[in-house]
């Protein structure tokens, strides 16, 4: 389910889209193996602020935010929402995202495609600050298959090399 905040709704309009929107999110959690609904709040740069705030306590905007169902999953690709069916909740900036599209030369709808893959596989329990490359190579492998340009982790420069020998 995707929720836009009335605010953000009035100022980007059909530039979200949301039925396709809703749509790529139930192809992303299916290709990231993520069982279980996942919610989506459309908001701007002081609502997510504020979540990030009160969340994680980092005072400042962001993109993406992730809230995982149960943020004590297993390894990734064998998750499953075990008598749930919530996968967790995902919060997007559509004022940084509009930021993001305008820097990266796409348009609006494709960077909100990025953050929500890359929501979705936190949802699944990757996490490219403490992983070994893996979410990394996975949003790679991804993006490739629904056609998407740099995301995130690469943008970010928060990928870890691969391990020598493995």
Do not use: W
């Amino acid at each position: 389910m995707i929720l836009i905040e009335p605010p953000i709704q009035a100022k980007f309009g059909r530039a979200l889209q949301q039925r396709a929107l809703g749509l790529f999110l139930r192809e992303a959690a299916q290709a990231a193996k993520l069982t279980g609904n996942v919610s989506v709040l459309l908001t701007g740069d002081r609502e997510i602020r504020r979540l990030n705030r009160k969340f994680l306590h980092k005072d400042k905007a962001t993109d993406v935010l992730s809230f995982p169902a149960n943020p004590h999953l297993p390894k990734p690709d064998t998750y499953e929402a075990q008598g749930s069916s919530s996968a967790g909740d995902l919060a997007i900036s559509v004022e940084t995202a509009a930021r993001q599209a305008d820097e990266a030369g796409h348009a609006l709808f494709t960077e909100l495609e990025i953050l929500l893959l890359h929501g979705v596989l936190h949802l699944a329990g990757y996490d490219h600050e403490t992983d070994q490359g893996e979410m990394a190579r996975k949003e790679t492998a991804l993006r490739k298959r629904f056609g998407l340009e740099i995301g995130l982790i690469e943008r970010s420069g928060t990928a870890k090399p691969r391990r020598r020998g493995r």
